[in-house]
């Protein structure tokens, strides 16, 4: 499967975001932009009206770990984002805000913390465009890759071949392998990018090409 690369916004320059995207946005395939609320996770970032003020040619990736999401995913849309994910954890009807973010005519996304079994959820995932197994409990860039999360990337993979998975938490030169491997095809990676000085050899990594 073609492996795609989404640098997470989180670890960039905040001060210079912009400059940031058009820097690197040949070498990526969209950005992944973090939204936290201070409720579900214990930080806090930008929203709708930060992604509404940036620019670029690659798709905006918002993964929203916030309450009630389905109360601002229009925000989202109207911002610019092209790919949206939601985390199971939050949601009461997990099926009918999969829906809406389809009518709204946004890729839709389900994530799940690395706790939170996937047994259950299987009518989720097959809803969904995508999925998004957190390989850190969210919250903060730069934690370390947490690896029996590959279990549920093999199990999604084996169910649904075509599925695009998404991986995102710790995600470095060695973990990206085993990400792939497991059968992850969307890579997100926050630190590990960006403190590199050589950004392209980075993407060539993360992307295994
Ligand atoms: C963590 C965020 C990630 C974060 C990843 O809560 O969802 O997207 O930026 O950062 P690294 O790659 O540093 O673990
Ligand atoms: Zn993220």
């Avoid at 994530?111 to 996937?118: A, G, M, Q, R």
């Avoid at 060695?174 to 992850?184: D, I, R, S, Y």
Wanted: proline share 4%; hydrophobic share 45%; net charge negative.
């Amino acid at each position: 499967m073609n492996v795609k690369f989404f640098p997470s916004l989180l670890s960039a320059n905040f001060g210079a975001l912009q400059s940031d995207i058009y820097q690197v946005e040949n070498l990526v395939d969209g950005f992944h932009f973090d939204v936290m609320d201070g409720h579900f996770v214990p930080n806090l970032t930008a929203g709708a009206p930060v992604l509404e003020w940036l620019k670029s040619s690659k798709p905006f990736d918002a993964h929203l770990m916030i309450e009630n999401p389905e109360k601002y995913v229009e925000d989202f849309v109207k911002a610019g984002a092209r790919m949206i994910s939601v985390h199971i954890e939050v949601l009461k009807e997990p099926l009918k805000t999969i829906q809406k973010l389809k009518d709204l005519k946004v890729k839709a996304g389900i994530v799940f913390n690395p706790e939170t079994d996937i047994d259950d959820h299987i009518n989720v995932i097959e809803a969904a465009d995508f999925v998004l197994i957190m390989s850190v409990h969210p919250g903060f860039g730069g934690q370390s890759f947490i690896e029996n999360v590959l279990e549920k990337i093999r199990k999604i993979r084996a169910l649904y071949p075509e599925k695009d998975i998404q991986i995102d938490g710790g995600i470095n030169a060695e973990t990206v392998q085993k990400a792939v491997e497991a059968g992850a095809n969307w890579i997100v990676s926050g630190s590990y990018f960006w403190k590199n000085e050589n950004k392209a050899e980075a993407a060539k990594i993360l992307t295994r090409n």
